[in-house]
């Protein structure tokens, strides 16, 4: 098997800049996608990420119906609550645009006092989006987009966690989480290292100590510099002129 692709690299002077390109990129996997088959897979992870794909409000050429959006970690928290992912993106991105609600895939609260079954449900929930679940490993998300934090972590994967060598599960879950708060669900690597794509977004100087981490030594093993999807599947990350002031990796020109 080939090894996978490196990295690209780009690098943006603003975050409107970055937030920009990033809706053309996706706009540009929604056509690949839907081309191939005829919807487009898309997980998103928390933090800051949802305000970044705020350039696709009222944006020409987005085909909201035709999206399937997961989540690549979620909180156990109810669904409205200030720490739930899904409530962030609602609030910044969903409400604003034209996507089904039955297009948005939530976590299951009602299983919420066992993270076992909940996890199973979510990952149940996935299937039914892969024709070819009986035949396929692993599920092939169109588009995954992840953030990471200041100490390398990436969706709910952990430094030095065991979930970390998870090579079973697609949904895991997490009841010792080290951010706040404790109990998670999450993508493993099986399924962000099967996408299409994926794309990490890091902007502003708080990130610029962990970049190098990951990108410039991805030795180290940052739960970030793991996410390396398997060939012919590209990872990329944008990022801005302030988090990526200590790399030394090198950037390549944006283009579609
Ligand atoms: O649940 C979480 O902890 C978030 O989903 C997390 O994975 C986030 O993406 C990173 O911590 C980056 O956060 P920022 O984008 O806010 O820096």
């Not at 603003?14 to 690949?32: G, H, T, V, Y």
């Not at 035709?66 to 109810?78: H, L, T």
């Not at 039955?102 to 199973?120: K, Q, R, S, W």
């Amino acid at each position: 098997m080939s090894p996978p692709h490196p990295p690209i690299l780009f690098s943006f002077a603003s975050p409107d800049d970055l937030s920009a390109a990033l809706a053309d990129f996706i706009l540009k996997a929604q056509r690949e996608a839907i081309e191939k088959r005829g919807k487009f897979l898309v997980a998103l992870s928390g933090g800051s990420l949802p305000k970044t794909l705020t350039a696709l409000i009222g944006k020409q050429g987005v085909k909201w119906d035709k999206w399937q959006v997961y989540y690549a970690d979620e909180r156990i928290v109810p669904l409205d609550h200030p720490d739930s992912n899904h409530k962030l993106a609602l609030d910044t991105l969903y409400s604003k645009v034209p996507i089904p609600s039955d297009n948005i895939h939530t976590i299951d609260l009602a299983l919420e006092n066992d993270l076992e079954e909940l996890a199973d449900a979510y990952e149940k929930e996935l299937i039914t989006q892969f024709a070819q679940k009986d035949s396929a490993r692993f599920p092939v998300f169109d588009l995954v987009l992840l953030g990471t934090g200041p100490d390398g972590h990436t969706a709910s994967l952990f430094p030095g966690h065991a979930l970390l060598s998870e090579e079973d599960r697609w949904v895991a879950y997490i009841e010792d989480s080290p951010k706040p708060p404790p109990r998670r669900v999450t993508f493993t690597y099986p399924v962000l290292n099967h996408a299409v794509r994926v794309a990490f977004v890091a902007t502003g100087e708080g990130k610029k100590d962990i970049l190098p981490a990951i990108l410039d030594t991805p030795e180290q093993g940052l739960p970030a510099a793991r996410v390396r999807p398997v060939h012919p599947g590209q990872l990329y990350w944008f990022v801005d002129e302030p988090a990526a002031a200590q790399l030394a990796y090198p950037k390549t020109p944006f283009k579609l």
